[in-house]
């Protein structure tokens, strides 16, 4: 309904704030997908070797969707009506939404913490904390809406630096290298079982991506932008991996899918941030601009990271067991 209400008000002419209104639609029944499916992967799987490539899977399943997804916008909108990506979105959404949602077997059962009386039989339910303030989790959480930061800024930037080098329909292209190269690099992270401390490759993995999308500013060709961005992509995947991995050992069980939907809340909090700020940077000065944004919000993303490190080494939470080798049993 909200994505309907974008097109007609867009197509009608309509209001300015009917366009605001059906955005805010779409943000508030979208909900957290990406917790979800990492929620029912943890209750079939548990903890384990298995879980990580399950959750590799999962993101880069993900990036191919964004490797296929501009790429199909751009050509329905170019192609046959500006309208026709959007609809398009629309129904895949809905037919993909309702199919998830049919899945009964994977839903992880309602998990209820129960404290006995002393005096009597009966039983006091008892909740954990919300799961941000779970020691560990606001640290992740922050360094999340600057990783965001650094896609939406990214994003907004090379539509830019697209549209300025006289290529606009190539945008979605350019967006499909660095979904590309995520994707290939979660299914090569997600193959291999790693014994490093999963705080550890989380802060190697922002200070890539950081340095990564620092190269952006020296790109001033199409020709060099998507080897750029495949560079960028290898990063991300690994990096969010990690992150949910993290959610994932430190939250207690009757808070997990609400401690996942905050990786998705930050991103798409610091998405916001950096389109908006990018944005801003590219009417002043081009496309440049916005890519000088995304860097400030890597290097920023690192130092979060970075200050995270000490806090996440501290707690123990339920550490995803060892891969057992053939020479071990």
Known sequence: IGFLGIVTAAEFHAPEPLL?????????????????VRARWSYVLKDGPKLHTAFSLEGAIDEGIFVVGP????L???GIEPASGVVFAALVGLAGGLWFLSQRETEPPIVAKTLASDTAAATTSVTSPPAILVPGVPFIAGTFVAMGAVFGSVDVSTVAFAKAAGHSSMAGLFLAFIAF?????GLAYGAKHWRSRLSSRFAVGTLMLAAMVTLLLTVHSVIVLPFVMVLTGIAIAPTIINGNAMVQALV???????????????LNVGASLGSWLAGMRIDAVGAHGGFFVAMIAGWVMVLLALIALPVLRKQPGRQPAEPVHDGDA
């Open 181 to 185: 190269g995520s994707m290939s690099a």
């Open 76 to 78: 329905l909108a170019t």
């Open 252 to 266: 207690p069980l009757d808070r997990l899918t609400e401690g996942l939907a905050w990786i998705g809340t930050s």
């Open 20 to 36: 605001w209104l059906s955005a805010a639609i779409i943000g508030g029944a979208s909900g957290g997908y990406g917790a979800y």
């Open 71 to 74: 790429i199909i916008a751009t």
